[in-house]
């Protein structure tokens, strides 16, 4: 089920949607969702990232944040260069 939801946005941001709509052959509702879909996904993994390495919760619920699994979300840090607090016996526990 779909809900609509309205926003109110700059000109120049409604223009630079439109813009790049054009260009990759969508119309601008589905550049916006695609946009908000991809943004959310990113800004959960932003948000667990955060909270992981603050040390406020483990890399197990950061998973569960960023709705990854605990394998993508160590392969991820890995690229970001972000260092885990894991022991070899959380190494076991994922195997």
Known sequence: MTKQMNLRLD??????????????????????RKILIEGLQQERLNFALQKYMIKEISIERAAEIARI???????????????????????????
């Open 11 to 32: 000109e120049d941001l409604i223009k630079e949607f439109e813009e790049l709509a054009e260009q990759e052959n969508l119309d601008r509702s589905a550049l916006v």
């Open 69 to 95: 699994s605990l394998h993508d979300l160590i392969i991820k840090m890995s690229q970001l260069g972000i260092p885990s607090n894991l022991t070899m016996d959380d190494f076991e526990k994922i195997l």
